[in-house]
C-alpha cells in the first residue's frame, strides 16, 4: 500500500507526513512554540480534556459500551511534549468522572521530568461542551483538579478554556480576503467585553468557508489580556505535531480527542463480569505521543 502511494502525486509530501508521526512517536519534537508566557510567568503546564462516547447504535444494546474520558497534558518548558492518560466510565456520562487520579498521574509524570518542580500556570483546554455544562465543567472538573493542587502546597493559577466548534458564526470580509473569500488566518474576534470569549481563525484556506473555533474561558486566575489569550490560542496551533502549517485548534484538542478515540482499541472483556474495561497501554509509552 505504501509502495503504490509514493509512486502518485506529491510523494515527498506523503513521505514527509509519515516521517513526522514516526518522529513523534519515537519521542522527537517536530514543532515548538516559544511565547512570552511561558517565560514570564513561570512554568506552564498545558492540558487538554474531552471524551469520547459510543455510537447510537451501540447505546441501544443492552449493555452499551463506556464512555471513554482522555486528559493529556505537557511536561517540557516548550510546551510542546504531551503524555496522555485515559478511563473508563458510565456511558454518555458528559463530565470526566476520574478527573483528580488521571490529573495526579499527569502531575507526577511532570514531577518525575523537572526536578520533582510542579508547575506554576495551568492551561486547560476543555473540548465536547455546550454553554449549558459550562458551570458543571467548573464544578466537576476545574475546581477538582484545583483542589487537588492546593494538597500539594505549591501555589498554581489556573485558567479554563472551552473551545466550541460546532455554532454557525462565519466571518466574511469585505476587504484583504483569501482567494475563497474567506477571513485570513491570523483573523480573531471579540465577542464579549466582560471576560475572554474570542472566535479565532488560525487555519488556511482548503476549501468552502472557513469556520472559526470560540475560544471561551470559563476560569482565568492568570489575568489574561484578550490579546494575550487570543496571542497563546493562535501560536499554539503552529506547534500541531501532524501538520507543517496552523489548524483550526490547539493542539492539546487534537491530542485529547485522538487518545480518547485510540482508547476504544484499548478495551477488552473481564472474563468474570463480562463488563468491558480499559486496557492501560504500556509502562515505557508514557513518554510517548503513541496516538499519532
Same mark, same amino acid.
Given at each position: 500500500?505504501?509502495?503504490? %502511494?509514493?509512486?502518485?502525486?506529491?510523494?515527498?509530501?506523503?513521505?514527509?507526513?509519515?516521517?513526522?508521526?514516526?518522529?513523534?512517536?519515537?519521542?522527537? =519534537?517536530?514543532?515548538?512554540?516559544?511565547?512570552?508566557?511561558?517565560?514570564?510567568?513561570?512554568?506552564?503546564?498545558?492540558? *487538554?480534556?474531552?471524551?469520547?462516547?459510543?455510537?447510537?447504535? !451501540?447505546?441501544?444494546?443492552?449493555?452499551?459500551?463506556?464512555?471513554?474520558?482522555?486528559?493529556?497534558?505537557?511536561?517540557? %518548558?516548550?510546551?510542546?511534549?504531551?503524555?496522555?492518560?485515559?478511563?473508563?466510565?458510565?456511558?454518555?456520562?458528559?463530565?470526566?468522572?476520574?478527573?483528580?487520579?488521571?490529573? %495526579?498521574?499527569?502531575? /507526577?509524570?511532570?514531577?518525575?521530568?523537572? +526536578?520533582?518542580?510542579?508547575?506554576?500556570?495551568?492551561?486547560?483546554?476543555? +473540548?465536547?461542551?455546550?454553554?449549558? &455544562?459550562? !458551570?458543571?465543567?467548573?464544578?466537576?472538573?476545574?475546581?477538582?483538579?484545583?483542589?487537588?493542587?492546593?494538597?500539594?502546597?505549591?501555589?498554581?493559577?489556573?485558567?479554563?478554556?472551552?473551545?466550541?466548534?460546532?455554532?454557525?458564526?462565519?466571518?466574511?470580509?469585505? =476587504?484583504?480576503?483569501?482567494?475563497? *473569500?474567506?477571513?485570513?488566518?491570523?483573523?480573531?474576534? &471579540?465577542?464579549?467585553?466582560? /471576560?475572554?470569549?474570542?472566535?479565532?481563525?488560525?487555519?488556511?484556506?482548503?476549501?468552502?468557508? %472557513?469556520?472559526? =473555533? /470560540?475560544?471561551?474561558?470559563?476560569?482565568? &486566575?492568570?489575568?489574561?489580556?484578550? &490579546?494575550?489569550?487570543?496571542?497563546?490560542?493562535?501560536?499554539?496551533?503552529?506547534?500541531?505535531?501532524?501538520?507543517?502549517?496552523?489548524?483550526?485548534?490547539?493542539?492539546?484538542?487534537?491530542?485529547?480527542?485522538?487518545?480518547?478515540?485510540?482508547?476504544?482499541?484499548?478495551?477488552?472483556?473481564?472474563?468474570?463480569? *463480562?463488563?468491558?474495561?480499559?486496557?492501560?497501554?504500556?509502562?515505557?509509552?508514557?513518554?510517548?505521543?503513541?496516538?499519532?
Amino acid at each position: 500500500m505504501v509502495q503504490t %502511494k509514493i509512486k502518485f502525486d506529491r510523494p515527498e509530501q506523503y513521505i514527509g507526513n509519515i516521517s513526522m508521526k514516526v518522529n513523534v512517536k519515537l519521542g522527537g =519534537t517536530n514543532t515548538a512554540v516559544y511565547d512570552p508566557f511561558w517565560s514570564t510567568h513561570g512554568r506552564t503546564m498545558l492540558i *487538554g480534556g474531552d471524551i469520547s462516547h459510543a455510537t447510537p447504535t !451501540q447505546l441501544r444494546n443492552p449493555s452499551p459500551p463506556p464512555s471513554l474520558a482522555a486528559l493529556v497534558g505537557t511536561w517540557d %518548558k516548550e510546551c510542546t511534549a504531551y503524555s496522555a492518560v485515559a478511563s473508563a466510565q458510565e456511558s454518555t456520562l458528559a463530565m470526566i468522572n476520574d478527573v483528580v487520579p488521571m490529573f %495526579k498521574e499527569l502531575i /507526577r509524570r511532570y514531577r518525575e521530568r523537572n +526536578d520533582n518542580l510542579l508547575p506554576q500556570r495551568l492551561i486547560y483546554y476543555r +473540548d465536547g461542551v455546550s454553554e449549558s &455544562e459550562f !458551570q458543571a465543567i467548573l464544578n466537576q472538573e476545574a475546581y477538582r483538579m484545583q483542589a487537588l493542587f492546593k494538597q500539594t502546597g505549591t501555589p498554581c493559577k489556573m485558567t479554563v478554556i472551552c473551545a466550541i466548534k460546532r455554532h454557525h458564526t462565519r466571518f466574511f470580509p469585505d =476587504t484583504m480576503g483569501t482567494k475563497l *473569500g474567506n477571513a485570513p488566518c491570523g483573523t480573531s474576534v &471579540e465577542n464579549s467585553n466582560t /471576560r475572554n470569549d474570542v472566535f479565532i481563525i488560525s487555519h488556511g484556506d482548503l476549501q468552502g468557508t %472557513k469556520r472559526p =473555533t /470560540r475560544n471561551i474561558t470559563l476560569l482565568d &486566575e492568570n489575568s489574561m489580556t484578550p &490579546e494575550e489569550f487570543a496571542r497563546i490560542t493562535h501560536n499554539l496551533s503552529s506547534s500541531y505535531a501532524r501538520a507543517t502549517r496552523s489548524v483550526a485548534v490547539a493542539p492539546p484538542i487534537y491530542y485529547v480527542d485522538q487518545v480518547a478515540e485510540r482508547s476504544k482499541l484499548h478495551l477488552q472483556t473481564n472474563p468474570k463480569t *463480562g463488563a468491558l474495561t480499559l486496557k492501560p497501554v504500556h509502562p515505557k509509552l508514557k513518554w510517548a505521543m503513541y496516538w499519532q
